[in-house]
């Protein structure tokens, strides 16, 4: 499902626990397979640490959206007069369903002025609006407690039970199963 939301960006642990808990620090979806965070990023760094993207919106009506996201790729990104400074840049294995940030217009002239008066990356793409500035002052338990419990909503409802009789059972849509002779749509086995 694709949402035309931009939504709030969570690089998340990929351990037991909800949103909350896995949260290691908020971002921003810069491209639609991109998402830019700010340092430090010594948790990017840890091999131990696997991590992923939680990207959610809200809706008028009903649970937020919610995707994660697997990342493909990181790159640090830093000024060599800085290196705290620097920030990260995951790509991720796919496009996200949510909307990229859409701050100011990108201006590489105006973010090079600003990283020669002050070599942080992330201070720079603030002042220029590519990110957005309050992204590192959320509070997590605030912004991500409504996605967990729209998560835990989410998997509530995942589970569907039927107990029926035998001959019920027996009804059931041949196509559920890899093995069906009596759907003409099947093919059956491709690979003969």
């Given at each position: 499902?694709?949402?035309?939301?931009?939504?709030?960006v969570s690089?998340?642990?990929?351990?037991?626990?909800?949103?909350v808990d896995?949260?290691?620090?908020?971002?921003?979806?810069?491209?639609?397979?991109?998402?830019?965070?700010?340092?430090?990023?010594?948790?990017?760094?840890?091999?131990?640490?696997?991590?992923?993207?939680?990207?959610?919106?809200?809706?008028?009506?009903?649970?937020?959206?919610?995707?994660?996201?697997?990342?493909?790729?990181?790159?640090?990104?830093?000024?060599?007069?800085?290196?705290?400074?620097?920030?990260?840049?995951?790509?991720?294995?796919?496009?996200?369903?949510?909307?990229?940030?859409?701050?100011?217009?990108?201006?590489?002239?105006?973010?090079?002025?600003?990283?020669?008066?002050?070599?942080?990356?992330?201070?720079?793409?603030?002042?220029?609006?590519?990110?957005?500035?309050?992204?590192?002052?959320?509070?997590?338990?605030?912004?991500?407690?409504?996605?967990?419990?729209?998560?835990?909503?989410?998997?509530?409802?995942?589970?569907?039970?039927?107990?029926?009789?035998?001959?019920?059972?027996?009804?059931?849509?041949?196509?559920?199963?890899?093995?069906?002779?009596?759907?003409?749509?099947?093919?059956?086995?491709?690979?003969d």
């Amino acid at each position: 499902m694709v949402t035309s939301c931009v939504g709030i960006v969570s690089v998340q642990r990929v351990t037991a626990g909800d949103a909350v808990d896995r949260h290691i620090v908020f971002g921003e979806l810069v491209d639609a397979d991109a998402v830019v965070v700010p340092g430090p990023l010594d948790w990017l760094r840890d091999p131990a640490i696997d991590f992923e993207v939680l990207i959610a919106s809200s809706r008028r009506g009903g649970p937020g959206h919610v995707e994660r996201v697997r990342v493909r790729q990181a790159e640090v990104i830093g000024v060599d007069s800085g290196p705290e400074g620097a920030c990260a840049v995951l790509r991720l294995e796919r496009a996200a369903a949510h909307r990229p940030y859409a701050g100011g217009r990108f201006d590489g002239d105006r973010l090079r002025t600003e990283l020669e008066g002050y070599p942080d990356v992330w201070r720079g793409l603030c002042a220029i609006g590519a990110v957005r500035t309050e992204l590192t002052d959320l509070d997590k338990d605030r912004v991500l407690r409504p996605v967990a419990d729209w998560e835990a909503a989410r998997r509530a409802a995942l589970v569907r039970e039927r107990l029926v009789s035998p001959a019920e059972v027996a009804q059931l849509k041949c196509c559920i199963f890899v093995i069906c002779w009596w759907c003409q749509e099947c093919r059956g086995d491709w690979w003969d």
